[in-house]
């Protein structure tokens, strides 16, 4: 794996778990499941610029 996408999955796990401990179980998974589909849009769409 490349360092740009395990750097942006490790900060958005980290600020998750901040973020999620008064959440329920449900809530977490679709929380994180969101962040993960921004961060690979993220990283996609700075890969496929010029």
């Known amino acids: 794996m ?3 996408i395990i ?3 490790i900060m958005g ?3 998750l778990w901040w973020v ?3 959440m329920t179980w ?5 929380v ?3 962040t993960l589909v921004v961060i690979v ?3 996609l769409f700075e890969q ?3």
Do not use: I, N
């Open 32 to 34: 994180t499941a969101v």
């Open 20 to 22: 999620s401990r008064g």
């Open 41 to 43: 849009a993220v990283v």
């Open 13 to 15: 796990c980290a600020l």
């Open 48 to 50: 496929s610029g010029p």
């Open 26 to 30: 449900t809530t977490r998974l679709a």
């Open 7 to 9: 750097v942006p999955v």
């Open 2 to 4: 490349q360092l740009e």
